[in-house]
């Protein structure tokens, strides 16, 4: 593995350093190492995302305008220890208080809860919304054990809107929490990605086989099947979120009429011609069961270095949250104008 | 001529020495956390140890347990991940009940594994049987409580034996928390790299007491 | 190499089926392969890129709200023929003439061209400005024989904005003329991507070398160096760019004031922390040479499936480019809002 | 048993024969544009005989020209990238220069051989010694003009011949046209990947003629 790095154990550092100067004076550094808007109006009620490095251009790559506030970084596939969590919190705080917007691992929840504490501390108030979309790392009854995978990018986008006007910290919990329910997601992988301080690949895997509803770090999910079309694999995936919000009591099935948004994420090698042909299958097979995809995202944002793989996510949305969809973004990663990005 | 028992530099130069050996193990923990969970445990521990030897080396502590806290601060302050938050517990709440004195005997070893597993457990909610570095740390704890009047160098080779057992055991676990826990049976026959990282460190502080 | 295809000898047709369902409406297929917006003005401009497949999200991806109008797709590394850039000629016309806008390659050259000749017999005026952004491919006094690479990014986004406005061709062609002009691009490759249909590599390189200046399908460009590091190679990319400045007759040396915008690709399997890390450090050469970084791009828009390697671009602004360069846009896998990236 | 000159459909069914060939040589055509080019010359070259096929296999045509025009109409269309519209150019523009006759002697070979090449050489702006296909088409519509007046069996043979020289002397050309331009010296001592193609069009159409 040829990488283009300097020092193989500075890499988490220097690539938030790079990060801020991507976003070219939108954002600083901050503390250790954790990235902050500078025009956090007063008053607002903040959201702060984060986790491990190395999945770029998530977490911190959805720092931005009308998106997160602030990212707390990790090292590579490392959560963030508490006091940079503890640091970003400080600095998005603009007295209304913190929403902690992150996807469920046991390392991240450790420490933000260690850096919520440190929060609390300096009396500020703080929440927590895990993101557990990844429907085959538990079953619904047991989301608490859910990881989160590629669905934080709409969440994100959603909720990032939606604090723009949050009245308070309790209305941007409940709709975040309303995005989360609403989101759900399937990933497979091909080949794994690589440590960088190692060069050590993530995971083994044989050359005829697919990782069917394998985690961005490896995880494994359903289990290996053989190598698969593009085609059968997108209805597998499908299948696999269909029969999830059928089997959640907390939700309704997937209906006829419902609109949603589609996202097709590449882990990393995987190419965006590849995505494609995916998206081309799964478009097809939505339309067939009568679904609305009211808008699609596509492309590498949700890696594990250069992992071969791809996610589906599948967020429901009602007004509220199409509301929110539909307000223009901007981040070093993902932006988007007013409205859909489909006509 | 082994140790009673510990001043508070020779605490300090044993903690050193564990780190040293951390950090010469990277690969081995690399390995066990590519087996089970995303192949970072070995880096992240090496970025801990590397962290805990700047806090440590040359510096002077008014008191054994503030050598634990300063090395749990160090490592959960640089680690990240589950194991950061987990080892950072562990040294800090551990070292907090050692106390103020300024020998390090078997009976504060003992205090620094029964407080410190019981803060991992209430952080982490891991019990022992799913597969974490609980199942190291608390044969260990227990060990230490049972060989609390011996000499340290003594009661250090029941308790490394204890958890190295322990990390022995977690072979035939099948893990239920962290990253590991999605491989349900597929986790079978492999030890947890926490508990391979625990085991490691109290061997190392072994053989520092016992030289 | 394990993909994620159905018949590898229908990839092309089947990712420009599935780029249609990623724009969910806002853009058409039309003829044999070819991608065209539904909502262009009449008397508008109109502009058409294109070129080979196999390098999404460019070219094709470039369709879009103040972008391009449409796109004519080859097949796999292989130019369109003219009957597809034909057919997209006539669907993105308008009665104002169409301007082509693509990389400097024989293939595309000669069917470009061709396809030129078919409109003509429809009274349809065609325009070509080609794109030769690539420094390494021969010196400045033989700009024909450049090729053209990730440069087309800012170029398209500068004169698809400029397209929304433009009065006549010859004022559209003008503004993309400067453009080109200004912008200026090396690459690197750590290692080949693939060819769909047989599997092979695109090109072979040792274990422990870089090809600089290298061309998005593996073309050699200034030789093979040694492995460096993030930091090495970017200072040596950007030396190649500013001697190019410096040597080209035709425009000014970059100098201390001037301000550009810097691209920062990955061509495929090259991950964003990578492209940070070395965003980090040209950032830092730029500042310190005196160059106003006015915003920056960075992810893997030029790609050559999982070929290993990044490239820099550098626009440099004046006045017009840049009023252009901040209008919003949105495709598939390029948008903005209003202004400036960066804050 | 050779054949002196040929009728419409046994034209069309020499060029589905080399169509077939060059189908099968897909490989060797990949090869040699991975060392010079961008790797895509073969299954271009797949995708645009495939294309032949399905525009020959069983039609029937007015003259034998139209046979050659169908040809590179198909390649054109199909292919892409600088062959496609070379191959194009070639075809469609020789087929033209054959004119409406039903016999294809040697004298319609020279006619296709030397429009064709000037058509291509007008379009593409490559000479001899750029390291194109036009190495093997000069050489071939040359040797074609010399042997007019042959039977059509013995002129293909010797215009085989010389397109395959045509071919190895492209070996020790410097590329200063399309992708392997940037290659300088470094494109020293392969064939160029059209010129292969152009040698086994022609040694499949020899191939047919003496049968
Ligand atoms: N809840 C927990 N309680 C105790 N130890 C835990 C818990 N979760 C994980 N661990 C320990 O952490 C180790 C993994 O550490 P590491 O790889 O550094 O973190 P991460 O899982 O975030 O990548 C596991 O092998 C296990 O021993
Ligand atoms: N200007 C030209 N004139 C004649 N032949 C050319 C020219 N440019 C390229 N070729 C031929 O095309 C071949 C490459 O074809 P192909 O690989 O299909 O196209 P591309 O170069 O677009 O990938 C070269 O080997 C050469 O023989
Ligand atoms: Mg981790
Ligand atoms: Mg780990
Ligand atoms: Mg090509
Ligand atoms: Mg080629």
Redesign the interface.
């Known amino acids: 593995m040829k990488k283009l790095i300097n020092n193989p154990l500075k890499v988490a550092d220097e690539l938030v350093e790079g990060l801020v100067e991507a976003y070219n004076g939108e954002c600083r550094h901050v503390g250790t190492r954790s990235i902050v808007k500078n025009d956090i109006p007063d008053g607002k009620v903040a959201l702060l995302v984060g986790g491990g490095s190395g999945h770029e251009p998530i977490y911190h790559g959805l720092v931005g305008r009308n998106l997160a506030d602030g990212a707390a970084c990790g090292d590579i596939f490392a959560a963030p220890p508490p006091n940079i969590v503890f640091e970003a919190t400080e600095a998005v705080n603009r007295g209304k208080g913190v929403l902690y917007l992150y996807g469920n691992y046991a390392g991240d929840v450790l420490n933000f809860d260690l850096g919520a504490e440190l929060a609390s501390d300096e009396d500020i108030e703080v929440r927590t919304i895990l993101i557990w979309d990844d429907v085959c790392s538990a079953p619904p009854t047991e989301k608490k054990n859910r990881r989160g995978i590629a669905g934080l990018v709409p969440i994100v986008k959603i909720a990032g809107a939606a604090s723009q006007s949050a009245a308070s910290l309790d209305e941007l919990e409940a709709l975040a929490k309303k995005a989360v329910l609403q989101t759900r997601s399937v990933g497979v992988s091909m080949s794994p990605g690589s440590i960088p301080a190692t060069g050590k690949p993530t995971f083994d895997i044989d050359e005829d086989k697919i990782g069917l509803g394998m985690g961005i770090h490896g995880e494994p999910g359903v289990g290996e099947i053989p190598m698969a079309t593009a085609d059968d694999l997108s209805v597998q995936m499908l299948d696999l979120i269909f029969a999830d919000f059928e089997k959640d009591e907390e939700v309704a099935a997937l209906a006829p009429g419902d609109e949603i948004l589609l996202f097709v994420n590449s882990l990393g090698a995987t190419t965006m011609m590849e995505l494609l042909i995916a998206l081309r299958k799964a478009k097809a097979v939505l339309v067939e069961r009568g679904i609305r995809v009211h808008d699609v995202i596509v492309g590498p944002l949700v890696t594990c270095q250069e992992m071969a793989g791809i996610s589906f996510s599948i967020t429901r949305l009602d007004e509220e949250l199409k509301k929110y969809w539909e307000m223009p973004c901007q981040s070093v990663c993902f932006s988007k104008m007013e409205g859909r990005y489909g006509g | 001529m082994g140790k009673a028992s510990l001043t508070i530099s020779e605490v300090r130069d044993m903690m050193l020495a564990a780190a040293d050996k951390i950090i010469e193990s990277?690969?081995i923990l690399?390995d066990a956390d590519?087996a089970l969970?995303?192949?970072?445990h070995?880096?992240?521990m090496e970025?801990g140890m590397t962290a805990v030897k700047e806090a440590l080396a040359g510096k002077d502590f008014p008191s054994a347990g503030k050598v634990f806290v300063a090395v749990g601060t160090a490592m959960?302050?640089?680690?990240?991940?589950?194991?950061?938050?987990?080892f950072?517990t562990l040294f800090r709440s551990g070292g907090k009940a050692v106390g103020e004195g300024d020998a390090f005997t078997a009976k504060e070893l003992a205090a620094l594994l029964r407080e410190g597993t019981d803060q991992v457990m209430a952080?982490?909610g891991a019990k022992p049987g799913d597969k974490t570095m609980v199942d190291a740390l608390v044969p260990a704890a227990d060990k230490a409580a049972e060989v609390a009047t011996l000499p340290l160098d003594e009661a250090l080779a029941a308790v490394a034996e204890a958890a190295a057992a322990g990390r022995d055991a977690s072979e035939g676990m099948i893990a239920t928390?962290?990253?590991a826990?999605?491989?349900?049976e597929?986790s079978l026959g492999k030890p947890d790299a926490g508990a391979v990282s625990v085991s490691i460190i109290v061997a190392a502080m072994r053989d520092y007491a016992a030289a």
């Open positions: 990277e690969p690399t590519r969970g995303d192949g970072d070995g880096v992240g970025r959960m302050s640089s680690m990240g991940g589950a194991s950061g938050a987990i950072g952080r982490g928390m962290g990253r826990k999605t491989l349900g597929n």
